[in-house]
């Protein structure tokens, strides 16, 4: 069974860094694309980045240059480096994998459990 594990979130004051990552456990052999999506309370969750497998990146135009998705596709792991973070950036991130295969099953997608990230002073 495959899943997605995620970790580094945290308390972080305005204008500092963390690194999440997100681990795809199991037998896999290819993932298509991953990605990193955040839910903040009162608003809709937000597609925050996407990381393909060929090594394309998109980025929400909220965290564009201050956020970098990148994938470590030997790893099946998936990270997003979060630079000059604002109280705004406050949410649960979640990772997501767009097609899955393994030796057994395809999965069409699957998430994470959620980390949550609080930008405060």
């Known amino acids: 069974q495959v899943q997605l594990v995620e970790s580094g979130g945290g308390l972080v004051q305005p204008g500092g860094s963390l690194q999440l990552s997100c681990v795809a456990s199991?037998?896999?052999?290819?993932?298509?694309?991953m990605s990193w999506y955040r839910h903040a309370p009162g608003n809709e969750r937000e597609l925050v980045a996407t990381?393909?497998?060929?090594?394309?990146?998109n980025y929400a135009d909220s965290v564009k240059g201050r956020f970098t998705i990148s994938r470590d596709n030997a790893k099946n792991t998936v990270y997003l480096q979060m630079n000059s973070l604002k109280p705004g950036d406050t949410a649960v991130y979640y990772c997501?994998?767009?097609?899955?295969?393994?030796?057994?099953?395809?999965?069409?997608?699957?998430w994470g459990q959620g980390t949550l990230v609080t930008v405060s002073s």
């Open positions: 997501h994998a767009d097609s899955i295969v393994t030796p057994f099953v395809r999965y069409a997608a699957l």
């Open positions: 199991g037998s896999i052999l290819r993932i298509n694309a």
């Open positions: 990381a393909t497998s060929a090594g394309r990146t």
